[in-house]
């Protein structure tokens, strides 16, 4: 090989180097935001399970609330039936005493029952709405990934013209032409 064929395998290798680097930014960008979209639709997946959830409390809550309301008003009727075996009267004031205590008391579990439904409800939307704020983060960082993949690929293809455009500009000075 030529002494003389050495500046111009140099300037081929830049040329090479730089379109290797430039692709591999890219590349590295198109990665990073594929990877950036699949967590958001994990996160989006998430959410909906969690919206999922949420009404499943709600419904749930509904059955316990009416199934207590239920068996409530069967110890009612089975109170009743007590006081009336007892010989006492159901329409004097203890007797409506133990009852309205037993309806009332029945009445405030049962708004518990569904509070704590709607409270469980509650979490699992403040766990989709977070799920779905990070889809879109990811989603955002996708973006900026690839777009700083295409400005590193910018970078990368102007350092290497910058570098063989001064190779070039050497071997002229060198030998009257940019291939030495």
């Not at 930014?25 to 639709?41: D, R, V």
């Not at 008391?105 to 569904?114: H, K, P, S, V």
């Not at 889809?135 to 910018?154: D, H």
Request: hydrophobic share 40%; charged share 20%; net charge neutral.
């Amino acid at each position: 090989m030529c002494i003389a064929a050495l500046p111009a395998i140099a300037m081929v290798a830049t040329l090479a180097s730089t379109g290797m680097s430039v692709m591999g930014s890219i590349q590295q960008g198109k990665a990073a935001s594929a990877q950036a979209n699949y967590q958001a639709q994990v996160a989006e997946n998430n959410a909906a399970t969690s919206r999922l959830q949420a009404a499943d409390a709600i419904e749930r809550g509904k059955i316990e609330e009416g199934q207590h309301r239920k068996q409530v008003s069967r110890m009612i009727g089975q109170q009743r039936a007590g006081i009336a075996g007892s010989g006492f009267e159901l329409g004097d004031e203890t007797s409506q005493d133990i009852l309205g205590d037993t309806a009332s008391m029945g009445e405030l579990d049962a708004l518990t029952i569904r509070n704590n439904a709607q409270r469980e409800a509650w979490g699992f939307e403040v766990q989709g709405q977070n799920a779905t704020a990070e889809a879109g983060l990811s989603r955002m960082r996708g973006a900026s990934a690839k777009t700083a993949s295409y400005w590193q690929a910018g970078g990368d293809l102007l350092g290497g013209a910058t570098k063989f455009a001064t190779m070039g500009a050497t071997n002229k000075k060198q030998t009257g032409s940019i291939w030495g």
